[in-house]
């Protein structure tokens, strides 16, 4: 079994716009399950898509299962499978060695900046860009299955 340990934070809007984007790529994703339990989500890529399993959150860490998909069959769940999806694009910038994801939505979701750092270990230090803002972590509205059934726009 895997274990994700990450940590999400808002992104400072401003300060974000300034800064090179290293690499980008549209992502759109839809969940089959979707509870406070687990969730089961089909990822399409520019190029890749995944099927993902996650399990329930504890502080900053969840088990977690990734498995590559062909990208036709991932159109078809999210098209056949999926009630609610999310598009954004996701940035990969690498600040102090640590890689960050920092996601645009899209949709119902636009204005919303979000960046995660995966973790070795919920204690593990790093340093944070100055275009990171509040930790949100905890704060299930800002998890991506949430934000699918719950969008930015309508808090």
Not at 47 to 72: C, H, M, Q, W
Not at 103 to 130: C, Y
Request: aromatic share 10%; with cysteine.
């Amino acid at each position: 079994m895997g274990i994700e340990i990450e940590r999400k934070f808002l992104v400072n809007k401003e300060k974000w716009n300034q800064v090179k984007k290293e690499k980008r790529s549209l992502y759109r994703q839809g969940y089959i399950v979707s509870d406070p339990e687990k969730t089961i989500r089909v990822r399409l890529t520019d190029n890749e898509a995944f099927l993902t399993i996650k399990g329930l959150s504890v502080g900053a860490s969840r088990p977690e299962f990734e498995y590559s998909i062909p990208v036709d069959e991932a159109q078809q769940l999210l098209d056949g499978f999926c009630d609610t999806v999310v598009s954004k694009i996701r940035n990969f910038i690498t600040y102090d060695n640590k890689l960050w994801e920092v996601d645009e939505f899209h949709g119902d979701n636009e204005g919303l900046i979000v960046a995660e750092i995966e973790l070795d270990d919920e204690n593990e230090s790093f340093s944070r860009p100055e275009w990171i803002s509040e930790e949100v972590t905890s704060e299930k509205k800002y998890s991506n299955s949430n934000l699918a059934k719950k969008p930015y726009k309508s808090w």
